[in-house]
């Protein structure tokens, strides 16, 4: 059998790593996979010798495919494994012991030369379901070996041997597809059909009906490899495959549906489900969805669509967004739990429109091929505010300015709320409500997300913010923040987000969300003598090796005052990069808060929230007069006329000034 692609675990070794009167029947090299590696300082016994100083060293859990053990080995380096790798043992020190607390697990020796075959990195996740190896004499069993299994005797070990080296084969898998060139040699995988027959009803049907095959010693297969084949073998004989990459565990799983092996068919979705391979710091869905085109599995196809939608705010943002088909996109716009909002899921489209030259095709007759406003038809523009679909209205990839009351509509859709009366106490808070498109997920009053898009001068890091205003000087005094956004109501509070980014120590930027509440409307419940909620602030990442940055943070407010709080996340320079993309020339930066005022879940906090800050007017050496706040009706035009220095100047003047402010 060609070895070529083809790992084999040391299966069931760790019993006789831990059993110290059976480590002579070890083979090595062990090939074996780290769970996980500590830290510890402690001193090293050899024989029977305790050194004083303390050293720093590496302890790492392993697998063995069978077993699991907690701090089995000790590295003689301190080399840091990534999770899941998987590596080959030489050498290992028995003799070595570190001096441990009692309650903590024994360690068996110290490695002392090894050979990385995989990172971690490129795995994801560990193969199999590993059972927890206890130390000898922790529990009367285990001192007995009584559940320890010997896989080296068993009948599925010996026929699996035979079966590598071609022994006792009555099948030949050949693989014409695979061929390089015509003068190569067609890769075969051979194997013995009572073991297939065995364990899968296909092949009982292939190799005992009528068919063709049942009489042949030779079966051509075209939809998979050799090494997938064998992996396929290696599971029948031995109940384990290590799964190196998700195309490996993506391809077996299509051959265990294929010839209907229950057991490994879950064993790979084991194994898919739970990866920890990440784009940007979530499940790599377009890999999925590339990777079960093939096998075409419901359980993974409702897992991966599961993260698309959860993980939407993030997704759209990634490069491998633009190369999704048109049928996919229009579906996933069509989702009514997306963790978007609107404003962000229509950029999307305009950012996949750009990268796949669409067009918008609906006024040309008798054409069949897609439009571009199929997928703007997906846009819930009720739930988006006007400004935003102005926006929207001037793009030229869209070209949505063509249709004449396109506008129009939405607001006449907007101002009906579909036919509902409203209450004059809801005049305000709708107001404010729809300074923000809505997130399709989180959109009630306890848990729902304010957004913006700060506009960056790399250089200087001077920015705006979407829809915002430059603040004043003594507010930026206090707050640091140079661009205020709009309000928005949390529990019938008014807060006003500020926005502000600034240079650090270190070649550090720190970006500052400040948040002040302004007051409550009359209707809000007057038992209520603070404001407390759990805000996410969340910076969007457009690198898919870099996760979107979040901070978590407990806040409170107090509604009869100017009271404010904050929320800030620090990237380093050379990182910042990663966190911008180019929008008409300019450098952008997106970013959302997602509140969750309902504190009785398990997100709600633990109750020790910052206090706030009250926000106070500057103190300055010149004289404070009262303010007077003028008027905006038509009476204003006389107030402010040319005489308006002159009666301010008077006693008369002020006291009507003032009466009438």
């Given at each position: 059998?060609?070895?070529?692609?083809?790992?084999?675990?040391?299966?069931?070794?760790?019993?006789?790593?831990?059993?110290?009167?059976?480590?002579?029947?070890?083979?090595?090299?062990?090939?074996?996979?780290?769970?996980?590696?500590?830290?510890?300082?402690?001193?090293?016994?050899?024989?029977?010798?305790t050194k004083s100083a303390h050293e720093l060293r590496k302890i790492i859990s392993v697998s063995d495919g069978f077993y699991s053990k907690v701090d089995c080995f000790l590295l003689a380096t301190n080399y840091t494994f990534e999770p899941y790798t998987v590596i080959k043992v030489h050498n290992v020190d028995f003799e070595y012991?570190?001096?441990?607390?009692?309650?903590?697990?024994?360690?068996?020796?110290?490695?002392?030369?090894?050979?990385?075959?995989?990172?971690?990195?490129?795995?994801?996740?560990?193969?199999?379901?590993?059972?927890?190896?206890?130390?000898?004499?922790?529990?009367?069993?285990?001192?007995?070996?009584?559940?320890?299994?010997?896989?080296?005797?068993?009948?599925?070990?010996?026929?699996?041997?035979?079966?590598?080296?071609?022994?006792?084969?009555?099948?030949?898998?050949?693989?014409?597809?695979?061929?390089?060139?015509?003068?190569?040699?067609?890769?075969?995988?051979?194997?013995?059909?009572?073991?297939?027959?065995?364990?899968?009803?296909?092949?009982?049907?292939?190799?005992?009906?009528?068919?063709?095959?049942?009489?042949?010693?030779?079966?051509?297969?075209?939809?998979?490899?050799?090494?997938?084949?064998?992996?396929?073998?290696?599971?029948?004989?031995?109940?384990?495959?290590?799964?190196?990459?998700?195309?490996?565990?993506?391809?077996?799983?299509?051959?265990?549906?294929?010839?209907?092996?229950?057991?490994?068919?879950?064993?790979?979705?084991?194994?898919?489900?739970?990866?920890?391979?990440?784009?940007?710091?979530?499940?790599?869905?377009?890999?999925?969805?590339?990777?079960?085109?093939?096998?075409?599995?419901?359980?993974?196809?409702?897992?991966?669509?599961?993260?698309?939608?959860?993980?939407?705010?993030?997704?759209?943002?990634?490069?491998?967004?633009?190369?999704?088909?048109?049928?996919?996109?229009?579906?996933?716009?069509?989702?009514?739990?997306?963790?978007?909002?609107?404003?962000?899921?229509?950029?999307?489209?305009?950012?996949?429109?750009?990268?796949?030259?669409?067009?918008?095709?609906?006024?040309?007759?008798?054409?069949?091929?897609?439009?571009?406003?199929?997928?703007?038809?997906?846009?819930?523009?009720?739930?988006?505010?006007?400004?935003?679909?102005?926006?929207?209205?001037?793009?030229?990839?869209?070209?949505?300015?063509?249709?004449?009351?396109?506008?129009?509509?939405?607001?006449?859709?907007?101002?009906?709320?579909?036919?509902?009366?409203?209450?004059?106490?809801?005049?305000?808070?709708?107001?404010?409500?729809?300074?923000?498109?809505?997130?399709?997920?989180?959109?009630?009053?306890?848990?729902?997300?304010?957004?913006?898009?700060?506009?960056?001068?790399?250089?200087?890091?001077?920015?705006?913010?979407?829809?915002?205003?430059?603040?004043?000087?003594?507010?930026?005094?206090?707050?640091?923040?140079?661009?205020?956004?709009?309000?928005?109501?949390?529990?019938?509070?008014?807060?006003?987000?500020?926005?502000?980014?600034?240079?650090?120590?270190?070649?550090?930027?720190?970006?500052?969300?400040?948040?002040?509440?302004?007051?409550?409307?009359?209707?809000?419940?007057?038992?209520?003598?603070?404001?407390?909620?759990?805000?996410?602030?969340?910076?969007?990442?457009?690198?898919?090796?870099?996760?979107?940055?979040?901070?978590?943070?407990?806040?409170?407010?107090?509604?009869?005052?100017?009271?404010?709080?904050?929320?800030?996340?620090?990237?380093?320079?050379?990182?910042?990069?990663?966190?911008?993309?180019?929008?008409?020339?300019?450098?952008?930066?997106?970013?959302?808060?997602?509140?969750?005022?309902?504190?009785?879940?398990?997100?709600?906090?633990?109750?020790?929230?910052?206090?706030?800050?009250?926000?106070?007017?500057?103190?300055?050496?010149?004289?404070?007069?009262?303010?007077?706040?003028?008027?905006?009706?038509?009476?204003?035009?006389?107030?402010?006329?040319?005489?308006?220095?002159?009666?301010?100047?008077?006693?008369?003047?002020?006291?009507?000034?003032?009466?009438?402010?």
């Amino acid at each position: 059998m060609d070895r070529e692609d083809f790992l084999e675990f040391s299966l069931g070794c760790l019993p006789q790593v831990v059993r110290g009167s059976q480590r002579d029947n070890l083979v090595f090299p062990l090939v074996l996979q780290v769970l996980d590696s500590t830290e510890c300082r402690s001193r090293v016994n050899k024989n029977g010798r305790t050194k004083s100083a303390h050293e720093l060293r590496k302890i790492i859990s392993v697998s063995d495919g069978f077993y699991s053990k907690v701090d089995c080995f000790l590295l003689a380096t301190n080399y840091t494994f990534e999770p899941y790798t998987v590596i080959k043992v030489h050498n290992v020190d028995f003799e070595y012991n570190i001096e441990r607390q009692n309650d903590r697990p024994r360690i068996a020796g110290m490695i002392l030369e090894f050979d990385i075959v995989t990172r971690g990195s490129e795995i994801g996740y560990f193969s199999g379901k590993p059972s927890l190896l206890r130390d000898v004499g922790t529990h009367s069993r285990w001192g007995r070996g009584d559940n320890i299994i010997n896989t080296t005797d068993s009948l599925s070990s010996k026929l699996w041997k035979q079966v590598k080296e071609g022994r006792c084969c009555d099948v030949t898998f050949s693989f014409p597809h695979c061929v390089a060139s015509p003068s190569s040699i067609v890769p075969t995988v051979k194997a013995q059909k009572n073991a297939l027959i065995a364990n899968s009803p296909v092949f009982e049907a292939q190799f005992e009906g009528g068919f063709s095959d049942a009489s042949s010693e030779e079966v051509a297969i075209l939809d998979t490899e050799p090494r997938y084949m064998r992996c396929l073998l290696q599971f029948i004989f031995t109940r384990f495959v290590p799964l190196m990459s998700l195309r490996q565990a993506f391809e077996v799983l299509y051959l265990a549906r294929k010839y209907i092996i229950h057991d490994l068919e879950l064993y790979c979705k084991n194994f898919i489900m739970h990866n920890k391979k990440s784009l940007a710091g979530v499940t790599d869905v377009f890999q999925y969805l590339e990777m079960n085109s093939k096998s075409c599995d419901d359980d993974i196809s409702q897992f991966v669509w599961s993260q698309f939608r959860s993980c939407a705010n993030v997704l759209i943002r990634q490069p491998r967004f633009t190369e999704i088909d048109f049928q996919t996109l229009e579906n996933f716009l069509s989702e009514s739990e997306l963790n978007c909002h609107e404003w962000e899921l229509i950029q999307a489209v305009r950012r996949w429109v750009v990268a796949n030259q669409a067009s918008v095709k609906c006024e040309e007759v008798d054409t069949e091929d897609t439009c571009a406003h199929q997928l703007v038809d997906c846009i819930r523009w009720n739930a988006m505010p006007i400004k935003e679909c102005v926006i929207v209205h001037e793009w030229e990839e869209l070209k949505l300015f063509r249709d004449r009351s396109f506008l129009t509509d939405i607001m006449e859709v907007q101002r009906s709320r579909d036919g509902r009366s409203i209450s004059h106490i809801e005049v305000v808070p709708s107001s404010i409500n729809r300074q923000y498109s809505l997130n399709r997920l989180y959109h009630d009053d306890t848990s729902f997300v304010i957004y913006t898009t700060l506009t960056v001068d790399p250089l200087t890091l001077a920015i705006s913010c979407l829809h915002g205003q430059s603040v004043a000087q003594s507010t930026y005094q206090q707050t640091k923040c140079s661009s205020v956004g709009p309000p928005f109501e949390l529990v019938s509070f008014f807060v006003v987000p500020s926005y502000g980014l600034i240079n650090m120590s270190n070649n550090r930027v720190r970006l500052t969300v400040n948040l002040s509440c302004q007051g409550k409307s009359f209707n809000a419940d007057s038992y209520n003598l603070w404001v407390r909620s759990m805000v996410k602030l969340t910076v969007f990442s457009f690198s898919p090796d870099h996760p979107a940055k979040e901070m978590k943070k407990e806040l409170n407010f107090w509604p009869d005052r100017d009271s404010s709080n904050f929320s800030s996340v620090v990237f380093s320079n050379s990182e910042l990069s990663h966190y911008l993309h180019t929008v008409g020339g300019v450098q952008q930066l997106d970013l959302q808060l997602q509140f969750n005022t309902d504190m009785s879940t398990e997100s709600g906090g633990d109750g020790r929230a910052s206090p706030p800050k009250i926000m106070r007017p500057l103190r300055t050496s010149a004289p404070r007069l009262a303010p007077v706040r003028h008027r905006t009706t038509y009476d204003n035009r006389i107030d402010m006329g040319p005489d308006y220095r002159e009666r301010e100047a008077s006693g008369v003047g002020r006291t009507v000034s003032f009466l009438r402010a």
